[in-house]
T-cell receptor, first 113, second 112 residues
Framework: GENVEQHPSTLSVQEGDSAVIKCTYSDSASNYFPWYKQELGKRPQLIID?????GEKKDQRIAVTLNKTAKHFSLHITETQPEDSAVYFC????????????FGTGTQLKVEL | NAGVTQTPKFQVLKTGQSMTLQCAQDMNHNSMYWYRQDPGMGLRLIYYSASEGTTDKGEVPNGYNVSRLNKREFSLRLESAAPSQTSVYFCASSDTGGQPQHFGDGTRLSIL
């Protein structure tokens, strides 16, 4: 089955700096890669996703890049703000196989003032 | 529009007790999922239902059963709870074809 590795497990940045979280996946059939943000005690919420026919996607201060050859994808957050502090999860799925997500183990992002 | 609703929000059980976690979605989604979240391990898929009338095992199905009662509802049952099943359980739903999954607020389950 699919295996998703996520790094780093914790990340501390100064407000206004950029943050990058990286994930690798093992199954070359995976073609859907969402990112979720989870605040303490809350539900995971989708922040951005990318499909395998696209190399990069942006939404305001967040962007995701995908390298299918190397089987890795990354989340980029620019101009970080204290409200960006949360746990971020990457995931991968093959949409023809029931859309089952395999999640990474999460990155605790702390944005310091 | 409630999205995905899970009940109960909290529950404490004794080892060996049984319990059913309820999940309902009002987005007319075909697919529904049950995950468990443990510290440092992300979310792991327990069972999923690609469409009404079908269910399949995920990564960690042992000790659990599910029922897709209708298109809206997908329940998770622990027949004989064990301390290793202490976790936060999330239900999610999505359309088919690689659409985003929407999560409920979770059920925090402790088994003593």
């Amino acid at each position: 089955g699919e295996n998703v590795e996520q790094h780093p497990s914790t990340l501390s940045v100064q407000e206004g700096d950029s943050a990058v979280i990286k994930c690798t996946y093992s199954d070359s059939a995976s073609n859907y890669f969402p990112w979720y943000k989870q605040e303490l005690g809350k539900r995971p919420q989708l922040i951005i996703d990318i499909r395998s026919n696209v190399g990069e996607k942006k939404d305001q201060r967040i962007a995701v890049t995908l390298n299918k050859t190397a089987k890795h994808f990354s989340l980029h957050i620019t101009e970080t703000q204290p409200e960006d502090s949360a746990v971020y999860f990457c995931a991968a799925a093959f949409t023809g196989g029931g859309n089952k997500l395999t999640f990474g183990t999460g990155t605790q992002l702390k944005v310091e003032l | 529009n409630a999205g995905v609703t899970q009940t109960p929000k909290f529950q404490v059980l004794k080892t060996g007790q049984s319990m059913t976690l309820q999940c309902a979605q009002d987005m007319n989604h075909n697919s529904m999922y049950w995950y468990r979240q443990d510290p440092g391990m992300g979310l792991r898929l327990i069972y999923y239902s690609a469409s009404e009338g079908t269910t399949d095992k995920g990564e960690v199905p042992n000790g659990y059963n599910v029922s897709r009662l209708n298109k809206r509802e997908f329940s998770l049952r622990l027949e004989s709870a064990a301390p290793s099943q202490t976790s936060v359980y999330f239900c999610a739903s999505s359309d088919t074809g690689g659409q985003p999954q929407h999560f409920g607020d979770g059920t925090r389950l402790s088994i003593l």
